[in-house]
């Protein structure tokens, strides 16, 4: 099982996502076995520097968080995190966030931000049963969640 975090906070960061995307999540973390997260971000929390980086699990206080369980086998489950695994130390992909307002395609396999990241590991490990028809960079935190709704089993953690 893949289980996927999706949050909020009431920093203007988390706030402009907000607007931005018409919805309440402005963040993602996959949450591995030990309750770490795992994802990317802009900023440095709890002494962990920005990028994509394992974070405890109270690295942030958020205002609402959802944690989303996605039923699959094994296998997608070792794929996915073998995947995230070697992206960690890359850097954060502020250029792509832009890209949102410009509406192109500045994907860099080499940064990440948050929610790009998380779909193309569930791209990578063969989660979703096709390719999806936009690239991963153009996906929001709100888009995540829709994207993995059919599968998923909620929890409020916050």
């Given at each position: 099982?893949?289980k996927?975090?999706?949050?909020?906070?009431?920093?203007?960061?988390?706030r402009v996502?907000?607007?931005?995307?018409?919805?309440?999540?402005?963040?993602?973390?996959?949450?591995?076995?030990?309750?770490?997260?795992?994802?990317a971000?802009?900023?440095?929390?709890?002494g962990?520097p920005?990028?994509?980086?394992?974070?405890?699990?109270?690295?942030?206080k958020?205002?609402r968080?959802?944690?989303?369980?996605?039923?699959?086998?094994?296998?997608?489950?070792?794929?996915?995190?073998?995947?995230?695994?070697?992206?960690?130390?890359?850097?954060?992909?502020?250029?792509?966030?832009?890209?949102?307002?410009?509406?192109r395609?500045?994907?860099?396999?080499?940064?990440?931000?948050?929610?790009?990241?998380?779909?193309?590991?569930?791209e990578?490990?063969g989660?979703?049963p096709?390719?999806?028809?936009?690239?991963?960079?153009?996906?929001?935190?709100?888009?995540?969640?829709?994207l993995?709704?059919?599968?998923r089993?909620?929890r409020?953690?916050?």
């Open positions: 099982m893949i996927l975090q999706f949050s909020s906070a009431t920093d203007l960061g988390s996502i907000q607007f931005y995307e018409r919805g309440w999540p402005s963040h993602v973390d996959a949450v591995r076995w030990d309750g770490m997260l795992l994802g971000r802009s900023d440095v929390h709890a962990v920005a990028g994509v980086q394992l974070r405890p699990p109270d690295y942030k958020f205002n968080v959802e944690i989303v369980k996605l039923p699959c086998s094994h296998g997608v489950e070792s794929l996915f995190w073998d995947f995230l695994n070697t992206q960690i130390g890359k850097p954060y992909d502020k250029k792509a966030i832009v890209a949102f307002a410009v509406r395609d500045w994907r860099n396999p080499d940064q990440w931000f948050c929610s790009e990241l998380i779909v193309s590991g569930l990578e490990s989660f979703f096709r390719k999806l028809l936009i690239p991963a960079n153009e996906v929001t935190p709100r888009d995540n969640l829709i993995v709704s059919p599968w089993y909620t409020s953690a916050a």
